[in-house]
């Protein structure tokens, strides 16, 4: 019987003090380091550990080689970028372990992170401080109709919205379009958050009104966050309140 | 000038292996640390350390006393559990720093936490795998009718949801109102997570079908993950897949 296991773990956003200690721990067991190259860039390497290395857009593949080494008795850590549950490995994984009902005991643990949206609502104060959202805008795994319509009800409904991997060099536009639907609904002071990089030395944080915005204020380090109506700045920061008048 | 400054911590689900480096050195630094009394409880005491815990439902006047003890030269913590951003301490520090003019160069800090959510999505799999939204039921800070008009808008967008507070004993009827309406608009078999106490020794992690749901399932320790029409059962796991087919 192999004792190999899995653990699908988040680094958080990038600085080191918001790693989990569960986290840091695992990462000390593992024999194998599973993950796309940046991510994997952070863990400190040793003797005994296996880097491997991928790029983007080969989650599955990714997850069928930490399954493979697992059944091979071997301590694998998946890494993502903040929180393994959101649009990260973890999905991927089971999706991958859908295809293989003999592997489906195989020992798996998911161990949370720090993800991007709540690290970046906690650089700026608490935008996402009343009901929130989070909506991947990438049409990679979707079509972009379904990101329109999630976005209108999200709007229509009141939520404070964050929104992962809002631009990328293949999809340049899309966040143009984006913009303008919230510009449907909402109102042109709207605030508006891009956070870059954050918890990194390239961190940028930049809050301003929605009729102030532009497409190429977002790229792939980013996360945007929309406040609701209620949304404000006091001093240097920016929080939603925690009520609604009736 | 003083050299008071506030941290406002997100001290994760219950787990210590959860609590980040970041908030670990706050309260190593810290003269006081402010609160509600079981997350206070979590602070291991040292001497010089002043623990002030006060009873739920009183967070302006926590904020307050966190912005009091930092003009005097303080030290301060105020701990919440999770992430402090989400539906926790954040936005009342802000709202109450909103009234004092006086103090906006107050130096605050906030550090992100693991919150519930996210722990329970690792427990039991991946099921915020794909968009999701947050959503608070207690009707303390905003009618139930708002509540109502946000979970439509979540169900209809095709949002996996979270619910924070779904149910305490002021209000034991309301979750049973928030069944019927999911009960609505989705089908039977969509599958409901019930996870109560995440990362503690009284953890308990429940998924069943929609149709099997009762109120009795929830209480003020419980988050509460609906997933959408694709989230599935892999062997023990439960998860979103990450793609919406055209």
Redesign the interface.
């Known amino acids: 019987m192999s004792a190999g296991w899995i653990a699908v773990a988040g680094l958080?956003p990038g600085?080191?003090?918001?790693?989990?200690?569960?986290v840091t721990?695992a990462l000390a067991e593992a024999t194998d380091v599973v993950g796309y190259i940046p991510y994997v860039a952070r863990v400190h390497p040793r003797a005994g550990l296996v880097l491997h290395a991928s790029d983007n857009r080969v989650?599955l593949d990714r997850a069928a080689l930490a399954l493979d080494l697992a059944e091979q008795g071997r301590r694998v850590v998946i890494v993502s970028s903040g929180?393994?549950?959101?649009?990260a490995m973890?999905?991927?994984?089971?999706?991958a372990?859908?295809a293989r009902p003999e592997q489906?005991?195989t020992d798996?643990r998911?161990?949370?992170?720090?993800?991007a949206m709540?690290?970046a609502?906690?650089?700026a104060?608490?935008?996402?401080?009343?009901?929130?959202?989070?909506?991947?805008l990438s049409d990679n795994?979707?079509?972009f109709a379904?990101v329109e319509?999630?976005l209108?009800?999200?709007v229509?409904?009141?939520?404070a919205m964050a929104f992962y991997n809002p631009r990328s060099r293949a999809r340049p536009h899309q966040f143009g379009r984006v913009l303008e639907i919230l510009r449907e609904d909402c109102e042109a002071e709207r605030l508006i958050l891009f956070a870059r990089a954050v918890s990194t030395p390239e961190e940028e944080i930049t809050c301003l009104p929605l009729a102030e915005a532009t497409v190429e204020m977002a790229d792939m380090r980013t996360v945007v966050i929309v406040g609701t109506a209620a949304t404000r700045r006091?001093?240097?920061?920016v929080?939603?309140?925690?009520?609604?008048p009736?």
Do not use: M
Not at 83 to 87: A, K, L, Q, R
Not at 110 to 115: A, D, F, K, Q, S
Not at 127 to 135: S, Y
Not at 234 to 237: C, H, I, N, P, Q
């Open positions: 958080g600085d080191e003090a918001l790693v989990t200690p569960e721990a989650e929180d393994p549950g959101v649009f973890a999905s991927a994984l089971f999706e372990l859908e489906q005991d798996i998911v161990l949370p992170g720090i993800t709540l690290a609502a906690a650089r104060g608490a935008p996402l401080g009343h009901d929130f959202c989070a909506i991947n795994l979707k079509p379904e319509r999630r209108r009800h999200a229509r409904g009141g939520f006091v001093g240097r920061w929080y939603t309140p925690r009520s609604v009736a």
